[in-house]
Nanobody
Framework: QVQLVESGGGLVQAGGSLRLSCAAS????????MGWFRQAPGKEREFVAA????????YYADSGKGRFTISRDNAKNTVYLQMNSLKPEDTAVYYC??????????????????WGKGTLVTVSS
């Protein structure tokens, strides 16, 4: 099992940037597919991005392509989400997630096995 703790959320103006971090516990972090999801007020949770075990493979939802970058540092047990050119519609609670199944990244749209508690991102217009 893995525990996940997100950080880096906050208030930013439209067009600005934020970098979210997710620290994971456990000695087998490198064997988890990692991902980011978000949930806006009144909406269902949605997939944002996923990254493979070694970090060479990434997959993004259309909403973040070209603006968001997911990365990981297995030596630090940390996954990141760099968000640029933020829009008010990016306002949401962002959740870090992990999954021990090594599946094609596109299959993680519906969720992963383990979840953090989330960090709030607010983008003002």
């Amino acid at each position: 099992q893995v525990q996940l703790v997100e950080s880096g959320g906050g208030l930013v103006q439209a067009g600005g940037s934020l970098r979210l971090s997710c620290a994971a516990s456990g000695r087998t972090f490198s064997r988890y597919v990692m991902g980011w999801f978000r949930q806006a007020p009144g909406k269902e949770r949605e997939f944002v991005a996923a990254i493979s075990w070694g970090g060479l493979g990434t997959y993004y939802a259309d909403s973040g392509k070209g603006r968001f970058t997911i990365s990981r540092d297995n030596a630090k047990n940390t996954v990141y989400l760099q968000m640029n050119s933020l829009k008010p519609e990016d306002t949401a609670v962002y959740y870090c997630a992990a999954d021990a199944r090594n599946r094609p990244l596109s299959l993680y749209y519906n969720g992963m096995d383990y979840w953090g508690k989330g960090t709030l991102v607010t983008v003002s217009s």
